[in-house]
């Protein structure tokens, strides 16, 4: 059985940082794109953050670049989301994603590229 689990969420004072970890289990995906995704109450979800398979290519979200920082460890099929200078418009259950697809050469913004999600996890940003 395939599992995406999230960890890492939590209340933050803005300009606070978090550190979030997509933990796979079930298969390894070290040949898979994988990215972060995330739902504010009442909006739908948006794209936050992808990575390559090999992690030598990424993509942000305007809203998030120059503060947030994907990477993965492909060793421990882990993905990470690393956040500084949080807003609280950052506040939202963040998800993770992985595509099934082996290879690819290109990472995706949109959640129909990616088969496999977690659960989320909850990041809340104070004032």
């Known amino acids: 059985q395939v599992q995406l689990v999230e960890s890492g969420g939590g209340l933050v004072q803005a300009g606070g940082s978090l550190r979030l970890s997509c933990a796979a289990s079930?298969?390894?995906?070290?040949?898979?794109?994988m990215g972060w995704f995330r739902q504010a109450p009442g909006k739908e979800r948006e794209f936050v953050a992808a990575i390559s398979w090999n992690g030598g290519s990424t993509r942000y979200a305007d809203s998030v670049k120059g503060r947030f920082t994907i990477s993965r460890d492909n060793a421990k099929n882990t993905m990470y989301l690393q956040m500084n200078s949080l807003k609280p418009e950052d506040t939202a259950v963040y998800y993770c994603?992985?595509?099934?697809?082996?290879?690819?050469?290109?990472?995706?913004?949109?959640?129909?590229?990616?088969?496999?999600w977690g659960q989320g996890t909850q990041v809340t940003v104070s004032l």
């Open positions: 079930g298969r390894t995906f070290s040949s898979n794109a």
């Open positions: 994603a992985a595509d099934s697809r082996r290879y690819r050469s290109s990472i995706y913004d949109t959640g129909s590229s990616y088969d496999y």
